[in-house]
């Protein structure tokens, strides 16, 4: 079995920071791309950015130039780096990774359990 684990959430005010951590534990093999996603209350799940275990990166418009994401391949962790944050990005935010685990021959999709963000005005 694979776990993914979050860490970080919080309640900051608006324009302050916040880093998220993200670890994935288990029988894993390798991992592919890892991202975050967030959800307010009332809303759809909205992909936030995406990592590739070669360091490529891709954002949401919604938080290109605030957000940043990054990742340890030896520990197999991700984090999402936010700043300048607004009352908009209060939501649960969660982690995805694309993992192979060991003795299997597919790819598959595991998720956190998610963390609170609270942006206060």
């Known amino acids: 079995q694979v776990q993914l684990v979050e860490s970080g959430g919080g309640l900051v005010q608006v324009g302050g920071s916040l880093g998220l951590s993200c670890a994935a534990s288990?029988?894993?093999?390798?991992?592919?791309?890892m991202g975050w996603y967030r959800q307010a209350p009332g809303k759809q799940r909205e992909w936030l950015a995406a990592i590739t275990s070669g360091g490529n990166t891709n954002y949401a418009d919604s938080v290109k130039g605030r957000f940043t994401i990054s990742r340890d391949n030896a520990k197999n962790t991700v984090v999402l780096q936010m700043n300048s944050l607004k009352p908009e990005d209060t939501a649960v935010y969660y982690c995805?990774?694309?993992?192979?685990?060991?003795?299997?021959?597919?790819?598959?999709?595991?998720w956190g359990q998610g963390t609170q963000v609270t942006v206060s005005s």
């Open positions: 995805n990774a694309a993992v192979t685990q060991l003795g299997d021959r597919f790819q598959r999709p595991y």
């Open positions: 288990g029988s894993i093999f390798s991992i592919s791309t």
